[in-house]
């Protein structure tokens, strides 16, 4: 039997109805931007998240450029971002004309590495920082994160792409940070029927000025106090994004367990399976084994034979990248990145994998 990667075809039931109902009703209306569907949304993220502002935008990618701006990071500003994480953070540093230097990540928890975070701090004093909370975990050091940026007045923008649902110490990982942003991409945990994002803050300013930014930098309909642009939030996601939260936790309920699944049996295999760092529940977003590489070569042959599908999330750290040769300021660190993506290999994880899928998997690993 063949395995996907990823299924998002598995709506929990009604769904589909009750989308198809709503689709109707709006086009109906030609109630296709903003009004009640995108309050709702941005009422609901606010209240499930604990921040005191939720902004709904047009991308996960725009929601960091809004941080971005929105906290003043512009020409000539450094920025330290990790390097392995999705090409998206480092575009949006270079988007807001921001100068981006990468900083290796820990071998542990597979996130930006502290001690070099606060190395690259002392040398190159960023104006900027984006911590990504990648795999559907964050870093062991959080709080230290937060609290050595704030001493050393480097404003740390947090990539929650992957990260809706995650907690940290009982709370949302996007709870206490001072932006967070938000990927609303179909293929995430908390995924539309097609582009959205959100920029979540208790920040009076930033919030204010994400919300005109992401709208041609408007003060009044006719009044632009900025140059913005239009990463308004389409109604149409915001409607499918309210719908999908009513079965959110069963959602996620249904790849924590899958992931865990995979720990134990895994483990006893003696294949390595990265867990979240104490303090985290995780959402489930991606399932993270760790190869040796020659192995790992061997095991994607064995897998694509038998048809079951697999990620390597990321092939390559960012410093890497071809495009990031005009724009990278310096890297920072050694090569975890590089290490993780060449012994990195995730299983096929998704909402509502059957026990028979599951077993599949596992028998071609056996
Ligand atoms: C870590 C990370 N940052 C940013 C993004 C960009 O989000 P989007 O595709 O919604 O622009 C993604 C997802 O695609 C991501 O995984």
Redesign the pocket.
Known sequence: MAVPFIDLKRFEPGLQDAWNQKVKELSANTQFMGGPEVNSLEETLLKDNQTKYALGCA????A?QLALRASEIGRGDTVLVPDS??W??FEAVVNVSADPVTVDINRNDLQMDYDLFCEAVTKFKPKAAIL?H?YGWGSAKLSDFRKFAKENNVLLIE?G??SYGVTYKGESIYKNALSSTI???PA?VLGAAG?A?AVLTSNDAIAEKVRSLGNHGREAHYAHGSVGWNSRIDTMQAAYLNLALKHFSSRMKSRQDTAKKYRDILSSMNIMTVAPPEGYVENGYLNVTIHEASRREELKKILGDKGIGFGIVYPGPVSEQKGASDYIKAKVGGENAKWLSESVLNLPLFPYMTDSEFDEVISALK
């Open positions: 991308n996960g990618t725009d960091i994480t999705f998206a953070t990504v990648l990539d792409a992957q990927s609303f991409y995430k582009d994002g």
